[in-house]
């Protein structure tokens, strides 16, 4: 059992070191073997099964004559001719007499040699069943097929035979075609199974090819699809998915990665500039540098500003940062033309050079009604208008139109100013991008307000995008999923949007024109809180009160 087992183990060893395709091939020659080994087998039994049949039925049907001929001559004591025997019969007469010899009668072909049969009484077991039996020769070369009977009247034993070298000649020789057979047969099942596998395995093939260029770095790579729908191609279509996926994984990983490497190396330098400022006051004020109290004075001016300037980075970080990670966000429904009057009011109180008006948004009907968070959604709208503000020149014109369009609530803050380039526009939302390659903060910002814009939009699953103004200067288009009002029709909507024309024709009756200043867009922030002024004009107190 140990040899077997050894053996098994040692063919499992050799034929798993082979690849898939010669393994295969060699396990279907092996099965072809085997069914051509059990098939040759049976065909050869069955083969060998008929002829003895055949040949006992010759016995059994020349028994009776060549007998009693053979035992006339017998009597006669003359010879027993060839001409009575017919083929390779050998005929043995046993008389009954207990003293007699057995008298054999040979032909030309038996000569040479008989089978050893001795004698046969009339009580012996073959005449008692009458079925042929198998002998030996005497001299070993081959066996006979022997038949027995009694003589009529008691008077003997006959027994005739034949010998079996035509039955094994024909066996040989079918064994002899059938290995050549089998030999063709396992050559072109080599061949045929060869070239069949490695049709069938070709697009495995490719799928190694494909995840070797992968492993190499190549992630564009893709399986090419195969010829037949079978479950190769399934298997190809489900990893090109999977391929897809995991190259946006790793592209999306890799723009992180991107980003966060200019995020901190952004934010070390908008920190750098004013660190450096209040530690170069600080130590100008230790030396000595600064001695008088209005010297003093405007260093500690400094020192403030840059301190102000670092807070206002530290709370957009930080802002970013909560916007970025909170899971939940409270809200409720927010009526945008109040949000929108006070930051217009507040504009105007921060830069009275710029004519800042609220207009209807020209397209749609009803009240801008958002869902969303109040809080946050006044931030955007303080950040798009102080943004505005900030990279416009004084007198420029700024307006903040309000509507419904397409089912959302729409946000237009339109400037008239010299507009933004095409690859500024793609970028404008990036955080610390501006599009001053110098940094210069001659006009203050971190690159951060309109980052800030565009990660809380998002968050109330709405967009935000440029346009080009109509005439020139920037539109920044903010688009927020519309509150569904219960009990409210179609009516108090169209009232809604009547009062917002009326009141932003009161407002754009304050404002003086003014020519139009060239001037170069770039991101900003805005205070994160407007100062509320207490008084407005009539017409922001209109538009609150509907």
């Known amino acids: 059992m140990s040899l077997f087992g050894s053996a098994k183990g040692t063919a499992y060893r050799h034929l798993h070191a082979l690849s898939l395709t010669k393994r295969l091939v060699a396990v279907v020659v092996l099965m072809v073997l085997v069914a051509y080994m059990v098939t040759a087998g049976v065909t050869t039994m069955l083969l060998r099964d008929y002829l003895t049949e055949r040949m006992d039925t010759e016995l059994s049907r020349d028994i009776g004559p060549l007998g009693n001929a053979a035992y006339a001559r017998s009597l006669q004591g003359g010879a027993f001719v060839a001409a009575l025997v017919p083929n390779d019969y050998y005929v043995v007469i046993t008389p009954s007499a207990a003293n007699s010899v057995p008298s054999p009668f040979v032909t030309d072909g038996t000569e040479s040699d008989h089978p050893d049969l001795g004698r046969i009484d009339v009580d012996d077991t073959s005449i008692v069943q009458e079925k042929p039996f198998t002998a030996p020769s005497a001299t070993g070369e081959f066996e006979w097929r022997v038949l027995t009977s009694a003589l009529p009247e008691g008077r003997g034993t006959v027994a005739i035979a034949l010998p079996t070298t035509e039955i094994e000649n024909t066996v040989r020789t079918l064994w002899v075609l059938t290995l050549l057979v089998g030999l063709a047969t396992l050559v072109a099942v080599s061949v045929l199974g060869w070239l069949a596998v490695r049709r069938a395995f070709r697009p495995l093939s490719r799928i190694e090819d494909t995840a070797s260029a992968i492993a190499a770095g190549d992630l564009t790579r893709r399986i090419p699809p195969p010829g037949a729908q079978d479950e190769v191609a399934s298997l190809s279509d489900s990893l090109n998915i999977m391929l897809a996926d995991i190259e946006q994984a790793f592209a999306v990983r890799k723009a992180s990665e991107q980003r966060m490497r200019q995020f901190v190396a952004d934010a070390s330098h908008e920190l750098r500039t004013p660190l450096a400022t209040v530690r170069g006051y600080a130590e100008l004020y230790r030396v000595g540098g600064v001695s008088k109290p209005e010297d003093i004075a405007s260093a500690m001016r400094r020192i403030e500003d840059e301190a102000t300037r670092m807070t206002g980075l530290v709370e957009s970080l930080l802002l970013l940062t909560r916007w970025d990670s909170t899971g939940t966000m409270e809200q409720e429904p927010v009526d945008l033309v109040v949000l929108a009057s006070d930051v217009v009011q507040d504009a105007r109180v921060r830069a009275p050079g710029h004519r ?150 009161d407002a754009e009756s304050d404002d003086a024109d003014s020519d139009h200043g060239a001037h170069q867009h770039s991101t900003n922030d805005a205070t994160p809180h407007a100062q509320r002024v207490s008084s407005k004009s009539s017409a922001i107190t209109d538009a609150r009160g509907v």
Request: with cysteine.
């Open 356 to 505: 800042v008006r609220l207009v209807p948004l020209g397209a749609g009907t009803g009240r801008p009604l958002a869902q969303g968070n109040d809080g946050a959604l006044r931030q955007v709208l303080t950040n798009l208008v102080a943004n505005a503000v900030t990279h416009t020149p004084d007198g420029t014109e700024i307006e903040v139109a309000l509507g419904v369009d397409s089912g959302c609530c729409v946000v237009e803050v339109r400037d008239h100013g010299s507009g933004i380039d095409a690859e500024t526009a793609e970028r404008v939302f990036e955080r610390f991008y501006r599009a001053d390659a110098g940094r210069t903060r001659a006009r203050g910002g971190t690159g951060l307000g309109l980052a800030i814009v565009a990660t809380i939009v998002a968050r109330h699953d709405g967009t935000v995008r440029h346009e080009p103004t109509p005439g020139g200067g920037a539109t920044f288009r903010v688009e927020l999923p519309l509150h569904s009002r219960r009990g409210h029709g179609d009516a108090e909507d169209t009232d809604d949007a009547e009062s917002d024309d009326a009141e932003s024709d």
